[in-house]
């Protein structure tokens, strides 16, 4: 599986951005695309997910209701719409895949950690 990240770039304090994720060799059905973040010094956090057919997404609480995460199937692709952007959410911003199988975990939980495969990352920079 390979991860295509894209879309990241310096805004001011209040501003937007959207981010996109291309994917491609993907041979399994049920999957999750998820965004996570490390900001400078600071370890990898999740960010967002999205199941399989865009039935749930999930959002860390420092984003809830100003990120949206949304995907679409036929292009295979991921987006994250960042509106109201913080300069606490400069960090290089990564897109990743998680294959569930029939054993996984699909709590909440499951959908925030253990992802197989990850993009490159791309620079999200916000101005104060």
């Known amino acids: 599986v390979q991860l295509q990240a894209s879309g990241g770039g310096l805004v001011q304090a209040g501003g937007s951005l959207k981010l996109s994720c291309a994917e491609s060799?993907?041979?399994?059905?049920?999957?999750?695309m998820g965004w996570f973040s490390q900001g400078p010094g600071k370890e990898r956090e999740f960010v967002a997910a999205?199941?399989?057919?865009?039935?749930?997404?999930y959002y860390a609480d420092s984003v809830a209701g100003r990120f949206t995460i949304s995907r679409d199937d036929a292009k295979n692709t991921v987006y994250l719409q960042m509106n109201s952007l913080k300069p606490e959410d400069t960090a290089v911003y990564y897109c990743?895949?998680?294959?569930?199988?029939?054993?996984?975990?699909?709590?909440?939980?499951?959908?925030?950690?253990?992802?197989?495969?990850w993009g490159q990352g791309t620079l999200v920079t916000v101005s104060s």
């Open positions: 999205i199941s399989w057919r865009g039935g749930r997404a």
């Open positions: 060799g993907r041979t399994f059905s049920r999957y999750a």
């Open positions: 990743a895949v998680k294959y569930f199988s029939q054993y996984s975990d699909l709590s909440p939980q499951g959908f925030r950690a253990g992802y197989d495969y």
